[in-house]
């Protein structure tokens, strides 16, 4: 469980195999070849869980993570709320793997519009020391 500031948020899954990440995807029965999954859940301020993605019953972390969902949002709108990030199992100690993702704030527009005013009055003041 987190504490996030109001805004936005975007999860992304992240694949171990480029080194970026711990786990590509998670086998909640190591003995079932064929049910290798990449589903997360996600809770704000305990909320009912909502789920993301539903690549269930791969034979492979690969192929799972392949199914996996493309980066999702979510929205935090009262400022120190807790989020919960959640796998289910039905049993455990008997899994492999597990599921990596990146959780990042989505700037505000006013973000992108103070990114492009610092290099055009850069090169608006550098121009008229050229005059």
């Known amino acids: 469980m987190r504490t996030l500031s109001a805004g936005t948020y975007t999860v992304t899954p992240v694949d171990a195999s480029f080194g970026s990440g711990a786990f590509t995807a998670a086998n909640r029965i ?25 690549a269930t019953g791969y034979a492979s972390a690969a192929a799972a993570f392949g199914a ?14 807790a989020v919960s990030f959640l796998w289910f199992d039905n049993a455990f100690g008997d899994n492999q793997g597990g599921i990596s993702a990146n959780v990042t704030a989505v700037p505000e527009p006013g973000t992108y519009a103070m990114l492009l ?6 090169g608006f003041v550098a121009k008229r020391r050229r005059a």
Do not use: E, Y
């Open 30 to 54: 190591s003995n079932a070849n064929a049910n290798w999954t990449w589903t997360l859940w996600t809770s704000v301020d305990g909320a009912a869980p909502v789920p993301h993605g539903t």
């Open 68 to 81: 996996a969902p493309v980066p999702f949002q979510f929205t935090v709108n009262n400022p120190n709320i």
């Open 117 to 122: 005013a610092g290099p055009a009055a850069v």
